[in-house]
């Protein structure tokens, strides 16, 4: 499911349905496609991963967002398919998890801060949030009269439904 990449930039998003993570070297900072697009030598940090770059697979269409969790374990990944997919952040980066249930792309994903729940935002015009350990839908969010680009969770919170 992970495959070595070389070194490059901080993430790129594919078309094909994966997505690459690297880290810029030591002291500088990629912001524009450009870099991101032409990588470069220099050390990559220091990880738990099984290499310094790895190539996540399982999207069926675009990645659209990408969110660690606050203890840095877990990534969630959604796209085009309507899917997050949940991996672990350490050793080979397997998918342990799958939130399926949007209508349409999912645009945003963000963790709550006790790493138990997600948030989704889609163009679906749906907020859902998410139990990350069972993949289940715990709430649907309705009324918006559009696509929902960008969704956030409240730092510090409790783990209600709204932003845990």
Not at 35 to 48: D, E, K, N
Not at 52 to 59: A, S
Request: aromatic residues 6%; hydrophobic residues 30%; charged residues 20%.
């Amino acid at each position: 499911m992970a495959d070595t990449l070389p070194p490059a930039a901080k993430r790129i998003r594919t078309g094909d349905g994966q997505l690459a993570l690297y880290q810029p070297p030591a002291g500088e900072h990629y912001d524009d496609d450009e870099h991101m697009a032409q990588g470069g030598g220099g050390p990559i940090r220091t990880s738990s991963l099984n290499a310094p770059t790895m190539k996540l697979t399982g999207h069926k269409g675009s990645v659209y967002c990408l969110s660690y969790d606050p203890s840095g374990q877990v990534l969630c990944s959604g796209g085009f398919d309507m899917t997050c997919l949940l991996w672990s952040a350490t050793g080979d980066c397997s998918n342990f998890n799958v939130l399926s249930g949007h209508k349409n792309a999912i645009l945003d994903c963000q963790f709550a801060s006790d790493s138990e729940h997600v948030a989704t935002a889609s163009a679906d015009k749906h907020v859902a949030w998410w139990d990350a350990n069972t993949g289940s839908r715990l709430r649907r969010f309705m009324g918006h009269d559009g696509i929902v680009n960008a969704v956030d969770t409240v730092r510090g919170g409790g783990g209600g439904g709204g932003g845990g």
